[in-house]
């Protein structure tokens, strides 16, 4: 339960910031303003080598005339939409064994007084195959988390007590074999209720604001401390064979060290997994910049910059809340007919359309009244904005962000361009000045392009000549995989 979990009135002002159950005080909802786009904490910690700290102009464009040519458009020209599932696991619904724990660290809040004992105890594999189904059909990409330890109930690397053993090896295999590919997997810390000592795996003993982790840690925590505990979740998830590249925090989770937090998710993440570029899901855009952030950009003109990319939402859940007790008003994503909502703003704006949702609110304890919004929305957007937008995993979109910023133009010619990359980025899209004449253009030593005559039909590898209609010149638009290091597109 992170974002807005509790909350039937998004736009209400932001409860405490320091506990665990209110409307606002999960997930920070951000404005990157003009002024907090220079803020420190978007930028790196060491100094000096903040070039892509968000919101400044792209390291490329510092080469001067060459690269003022050129520009990184979205990819495909494509708006980049995604859906984020919170609170997912293994069968475990995280609504029914969650409410009695956050009831018994928040006696004073009658958001926790629910009737959780008759809500079902399992989210079961069925419904996560039909939803899966439906994602199939639709293209649907996003994140889903897995709780290594939902709730406290059980190891979903060993037992969860409640199922047989081949029911979670069962379920651990759907996520594998049906969700991995459509959806980054995300750990959601360790418990998403409990803070586990990592000496004993025990529970801390105090049950308090202070020992949950939506509010965890209420004091600093250095950058070691907090890699880590997101290591120690991880470790699970590489246990029963899923790949993970990011993590997504519990609500509240590293509100006080959100510094701290980032650099502790690149160390966990490339600790535990390897991963070249790792990344994090916390934060809700409320405002209308709602582009992945690079934080702590770090050597960023080498061939590998260390970097965490932090990829926020930007809706409320509205699908029916954290604990699947509320009532699903999916026409705030966008109504029927794809006229109005915040997606449709956004897109519209040709901003990224990231989606919220909590899985127990898609199953709305068995009534499933979100994913029956979920799929309306879906087939809305999908319907009026098939040829302009494109549903992408969050690691894809911090990864064409990572491209976009820190890909070099090393030189501009009548007749090439060569690029120093130090990601490689599939769809990487740019517009260049129109060359006089076009016979062919393709990759030295790879892929030829193909040309399109409409840009709805840019793909990898295949270029479009003309002018658009808000463009002030002819354009070459392009648009291939990317290789990591030197590369040199050409034309003649
Ligand atoms: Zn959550």
Redesign the pocket.
Known sequence: ???I?HSKAPASPPAQASHAGGARD?RHFLRWTAAALAAPTLASLDGGACGAAFGQAPVYRREGAIAKAVEVLLPRLRVPLSFVI??STCLVN?GHYCMPQFATAWPERDIYRKPWKSWPREIPDSFVREFIDFCDAEDVKGKY?IVPYPACVGWVDRELPGWSRRELQASLKLVRDRVVPRFDIHP?MIT?TRVIDLKTGRPLEEISAATMENSYPRNKLSVDELAAYLAYALRVLRNCDLPCEGV?T??GFGNMVKSELALAVFEAVRDVYGAELPHYFKYVEEGLDTRVRLEHVREPLSNAPRVTANVPAATGDWFGG?DGDRESEGERYASDDASSGRMVELIERRQPAVMLC?WPGMYGHGGRQGFEDFRRVVRALNRKYADTTQWMKLSEMGRYAAARELTRVAELTDSSLSLEAPFACPQFTLALPAPATLESIGLRGGAQLERVDELRQLKANAYWLGQRPDASRRELIVCFDLPKGDSRLEWK
């Open positions: 339960m992170t974002g979990s999960r919170d609170d995280m988390s959601e998403h997504t519990p609500g954290w909590h």
